[in-house]
């Protein structure tokens, strides 16, 4: 199993670049107006009609509409990209959308692993084009939950937190962006969504982006054949918008990418005493505030 590596810096600024690697995500402005509205014009004229429920454009069958949501956001992004980033590459870009209804609520859960992590990182910058609110779906986010476990991580995988699913969400800051700020988060920190129950679609755009020398590998459990170990898989850098199976089958071994053969993983799991000694325990009485979690995670990880 690897151990994190320290971060290789990302961000210009080293005020962000501290930040991110001790929280696991930063909040920044990123978006003007213009550029809001160019990209949920792109949206409302690429989008496919079949859309329902939680729907990144990453999932949609329509290989055009998965390559122009990607350069396009891609060029849009790439002002703010200069301002704030270093030593990275954008790997794709793409529309996350929640339409209204109970069907686009999105679980808890932290992205599968798309990179090597002894040595990179792998980025996500979330933007939405709307402003958030209680009821149109906001993300919701762990502080410090990115440097908890190493993991490989996969729909085949169990989570580390699978027994504590429901006990972990009150811990979560749900993070009311305004339209055009960015949520960049370590694409392993803990995250969910409630459902958009709004009258209105929520778009996001989200990037991806990694280290510039950081090689794609993902990861998989055949638990009956290898218990104990998963199998990695190199994929070259168009994986994300090339990869058919993020809508249908991801559980299912890659059928794209070269097999790097087994690796041993001791598949951690945290308990509810664990999550109360790293961020102490709920009041009954008082619902958890975020501010004073982050001060328990600063002074636990400083
Ligand atoms: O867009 C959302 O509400 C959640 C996105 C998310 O969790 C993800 O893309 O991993």
Redesign the pocket.
């Known amino acids: 199993m690897f151990s994190f590596p320290r971060m290789l810096k990302v961000f210009r600024d080293q005020a962000l670049q501290d930040a991110f690697e001790k929280d696991g995500f930063v909040i920044v402005p990123f978006y003007t107006d213009s550029e809001i509205k160019e990209l949920t014009d792109l949206y409302y004229r690429l989008h496919p009609k079949d859309e329902k429920g939680?729907f990144?454009s990453t999932f949609s069958k329509d290989l055009n509409y998965r390559t122009i949501a990607d350069s396009e956001i891609r060029r849009v992004d790439q002002r703010a990209i200069d301002q704030y980033l270093e030593n990275y590459k954008v790997i794709c870009g793409s529309f996350?959308v929640?339409s209204p209804g109970p069907e686009s609520a999105?679980c808890v859960?932290q992205?599968m692993t798309l990179v090597d992590e002894s040595k990179y990182t792998g980025i996500?910058i979330?933007v939405p084009l709307c402003d958030l609110t209680p009821t149109n779906?906001?993300?919701q986010a762990l502080w410090g939950s990115h440097r908890l476990y190493p993991t490989y991580r996969h729909s085949s995988i169990p989570n580390f937190y699978e027994s504590i699913d429901n006990e972990i969400k009150p811990y979560l800051e749900t993070l009311y962006l305004k339209a055009g700020q960015a949520l960049i988060f370590d694409?392993s920190i803990i995250?969910?969504?409630e459902a958009n129950m709004s009258d209105k679609v929520?778009i996001?755009c989200?990037t991806f982006f990694t280290n510039k020398d950081a090689k794609f590998n993902i990861s998989y459990w055949n638990k009956d054949f290898a218990p104990n170990k998963v199998e990695l898989f190199e994929q070259d850098d168009t994986f994300m918008t090339n990869f058919e199976q993020f809508g249908e089958n991801i559980a299912d071994r890659p059928k794209i990418g070269k097999s790097m053969g087994l690796v041993d993983y001791n598949f951690p799991k945290m308990t509810l005493e664990d999550l109360h000694r790293i961020y102490g325990k709920p009041k009954e009485e008082l619902p958890v505030k975020k501010p004073l979690l982050k001060r328990v995670f600063e002074s636990l990880f400083q």
């Open positions: 939680f990144p996350i929640k999105m859960h992205d996500n979330w779906g906001a993300i694409q995250h969910f969504s929520r996001v989200n």
